[in-house]
């Protein structure tokens, strides 16, 4: 499986900054996503990354709020704006290839917005 | 969505025991998996199901997907404090749902 990996690890931000998380891949993945895992809950898809093209949003998560690049097929960005406390959460990529069913997750940035 | 319903919330057992999680929906899934996640960590993939009466072994936990590939459940044989965890059921094709989680503790 690929080896993935986050940052930053965790941050302590001030509503109504902006925070960028970075995840990268060891190998050339087909397929990112984006996940939120509020505290003490499950985890929620958020997008899924579009090499070259705009991101697919989930219902409830907007690209104004959450937007997402990803240049390459080993990088992708999420940026978390404008935040409030609402925003505290462990924010996760994963990647999935071609046609296989499997997902692997990076170890998650932990950010808490005061 | 797909929704996941997992049971139970919490488990909390002594080490050797045995126990199950399960994992159930109204909607037919294309494959579920189970991860387990520790605290600070980002889930570890278990296992995928894709058929209609699959059962898998991984040492000592067994997993089986349903005939009618809408539930699950993960049996944990002579349980082990390293087992201890957050274990979650997803289902779908590239976009997963997730169930709520069951915090499994296994006491030595």
């Known amino acids: 499986s690929a080896v993935i990996s986050q940052k930053p690890s965790r941050d302590i931000c001030q509503r109504g900054t902006s925070l960028t998380i970075q995840c990268q891949v060891d190998?050339?993945?087909?397929?990112m996503f984006w996940y939120r895992q509020q505290p003490g809950q499950s985890l929620t898809l958020i997008a899924t990354a579009n090499q070259g093209s705009e991101a697919t949003y989930e219902s409830g998560f907007v690209i104004d709020k959450f937007p997402i690049s990803r240049p390459n097929l080993t990088f992708s960005t999420l940026t978390v704006s404008n935040m409030s406390p609402e925003d505290s959460s462990i924010y996760l990529c994963?990647?999935?290839?071609?046609?296989?069913?499997?997902?692997?997750f990076g170890p998650g940035t932990r950010l808490t917005v005061t | 969505t797909q929704l996941l319903e997992q049971s139970p919330q919490f488990l909390s057992i002594q080490e050797g025991e045995n126990l199950t999680v399960y994992c159930n929906s109204s909607s037919v899934f294309s494959s579920l998996q189970w991860y387990r996640q520790e605290p600070g960590e980002g889930p570890v993939l278990l296992v995928t199901?894709?058929?209609?009466?699959e059962v898998k072994k991984l040492k000592r936990l067994t997993f089986q997907f349903g005939d009618a590939r809408k539930d699950s459940s993960l049996h944990i044989t002579a349980a082990q404090p390293g087992d201890t965890g957050l274990y979650l059921c997803?289902?779908?094709?590239?976009?997963?749902?997730f169930g709520a989680g069951t915090t499994v503790t296994v006491r030595a």
């Open positions: 994963s990647v999935g290839q071609g046609s296989s069913y499997e997902q692997y």
């Open positions: 997803a289902g779908g094709h590239y976009k997963l749902s």
């Open positions: 199901v894709v058929t209609g009466g």
């Open positions: 190998s050339q993945v087909t397929m």
